[in-house]
């Protein structure tokens, strides 16, 4: 079955940077549209960044951009976020996504599977 697993989540401080990996399995990694999502506390489930399975083309939204980048390693069938000059707004449990559609997107509805979250927490 197709598994999605997050980690590299924990507490920092505002203004520092971590590295979330998403390790997938039981699916065929670089035919999927790879994306980051968040949710906090009392929040729908947001986009964050999207990378494409076949040119790797990006998508970031707007409250990341600049600060945020989303990558991937094929071989290894896993993806990134390295997120920098974090803020308290950024606290969420972050939760990486698979897409099997024609191009990558930012709506939830899209993405197929999900993994089960890792949280972030940026202390003022």
């Known amino acids: 079955q197709v598994q999605l697993v997050e980690s590299g989540g924990g507490l920092v401080q505002t203004g520092d940077s971590l590295r979330l990996s998403c390790v997938a399995s039981?699916?065929?990694?670089?035919?999927?549209?790879m994306a980051w999502f968040r949710q906090a506390p009392g929040n729908e489930r947001e986009f964050v960044a999207a990378?494409?399975?076949?040119?790797?083309?990006?998508y970031y939204a707007d409250s990341v951009k600049g600060r945020f980048a989303v990558s991937r390693d094929n071989a290894k069938n896993t993806v990134y976020l390295q997120m920098n000059s974090l803020k308290p707004g950024d606290t969420a449990v972050y939760y990486c996504?698979?897409?099997?559609?024609?191009?990558?997107?930012?709506?939830?509805?899209?993405?197929?599977?999900w993994g089960q979250g890792t949280q972030v927490t940026v202390s003022s």
């Open positions: 996504a698979a897409d099997f559609s024609s191009y990558a997107s930012s709506r939830l509805s899209e993405y197929d599977y």
């Open positions: 039981g699916l065929t990694f670089s035919s999927w549209h």
């Open positions: 990378i494409a399975r076949s040119d790797g083309r990006t």
